[in-house]
């Protein structure tokens, strides 16, 4: 079993301070085999902000998958914008747009979707599909296979289709011809667990897709601050979300959902157990 903990949405410069402590000592009691961030480490990519959370993530344990998110492109600065979208990023949090971890249980590939040409979308385009294929190409099919973007490849119905990455239906073709098993996303500041299975109809194949709300950011959108860890086995995935008690001033488990494979299709425990005649 692999442990990860997801992150998203830090947004540094738009942080709620009390929440760093008590967010650090509790990813260090998890204990996590990866830590994954999936974009908008920081409010408006300034410089002080890339540093404030450079600062944050040295005192976080790794190896650690790392994705930009589409605030971390300069939104004002329009020479920045177009010319130079991601070069604070790169300075201060990595200048790897495509992070990789592998070892004997879990493939975890980081994909950049933020782009400069949109205020808030996200795209992947074929080179980056492609480049995951190569990438997931030949490993062993015990592996657990994993992609974390900045924005996500599905939520819950009651969002738009707009608000999914550009080019989604194209990339979830690919990911079913090489196994993709979990999704990891944010952007949306809202916390989700479900089987693709109902929005994307590919034939004997449905993925885990996996939403972080946001972990330390005030701009919370109603739900209140949080973060995934993940228990990751061949055959099934658990999710525990820990959402912040305001009242105790601390992070506490909200709910754990179960997953389960049957075949290269996930579906919560219940479901797939069923459909898998057990």
């Not at 990813?27 to 974009?39: E, F, M, Q, Y």
């Not at 994909?111 to 062993?140: C, P």
């Not at 550009?166 to 949306?188: I, K, S, T, Y």
Request: hydrophobic share 40%; aromatic share 8%; with cysteine.
């Amino acid at each position: 079993m692999r442990t990860l903990v997801h992150l998203s949405d830090l947004h540094f410069g738009r942080v709620d301070g009390g929440l760093l402590a008590p967010l650090r000592e509790l990813i260090h009691n998890v204990a996590p085999d990866v830590l994954v961030v999936s974009g908008d480490l920081t409010q408006r990519a300034r410089s002080e902000e890339f540093e404030q959370a450079r600062a944050f993530l040295d005192t976080l344990p790794g190896p650690q998958i790392v994705v930009p998110g589409n605030h971390d492109i300069s939104l004002y600065n329009v020479f920045r914008r177009f010319a130079k979208p991601l070069d604070r990023y790169k300075r201060y949090i990595t200048d790897d747009l495509d992070p990789i971890y592998i070892d004997g249980e879990v493939a975890v590939v980081g994909v950049n979707t933020a782009r400069s040409l949109t205020i808030k979308d996200g795209r992947v385009n074929r080179e980056q599909v492609g480049r995951i294929r190569e990438r997931l190409a030949g490993l062993d099919p015990r592996i657990t296979r994993i992609v974390v973007t900045h924005h996500p490849f599905d939520l819950p119905e009651t969002f738009e289709q707009r608000d999914l990455v550009n080019r989604a239906p194209m990339a979830m073709e690919v990911f079913a011809e090489c196994g993709v098993d979990v999704l990891l996303a944010g952007h949306m500041h809202v916390s989700h667990a479900a089987s693709t299975a109902m929005r994307y109809q590919i034939d004997a194949y449905a993925a885990l897709v996996v939403q972080a709300g946001t972990a330390t950011s005030t701009r919370g959108r109603g739900e209140t601050n949080s973060f995934n860890v993940l228990r990751v086995e061949h055959e099934r995935v658990e999710v525990d979300r820990y959402g912040w008690d305001v009242l105790d001033g601390v992070y506490r488990i909200v709910v754990t959902e179960k997953f389960v494979r049957s075949g290269s299709v996930w579906a919560p425990a219940a479901e797939g157990m069923l459909a898998a005649g057990l």
